[in-house]
Nanobody, 122 residues
């Protein structure tokens, strides 16, 4: 059974940085694209960043361009989200998702982590 476990969330002041990690179990982790999504209460889950299985392709939500960077280490079954210049509006629960394919697709896959809370104070 595939599992995804997020970590690295917390409380940070505006302008600060955090690095989130998503660790996956199972050999199939490295064969799939992985995405980070975020959600605030009462709103839909939005895509933050996605990365292809080999790390060669990435894309980002327009509100994080230039501030967040997604990367992966397949040897460690881990995907990272480096978040810089954080803003209060980045406050959300951040989720890791295993994609449907090796390439980035518009729809998320069916495997989600439990999420990690990021809170940015003004």
């Amino acid at each position: 059974q595939v599992q995804l476990v997020e970590s690295g969330g917390g409380l940070v002041q505006a302008g600060g940085s955090l690095r989130l990690s998503c660790v996956g179990s199972g050999s199939i982790f490295s064969a799939k694209a992985i995405g980070w999504y975020r959600q605030v209460p009462g709103k839909e889950r939005d895509v933050v960043a996605r990365i292809s299985s080999n790390g060669g392709f990435t894309n980002y939500g327009e509100y994080v361009l230039g501030r967040f960077t997604i990367s992966r280490d397949n040897a460690e079954n881990t995907v990272y989200l480096q978040m810089n210049s954080l803003k209060p509006e980045d406050t959300a629960v951040y989720y890791c998702n295993r994609g449907r394919d090796s390439f980035i697709s518009s729809l998320p896959g069916d495997v989600w982590g439990h999420g990690t809370q990021v809170t940015v104070s003004s």
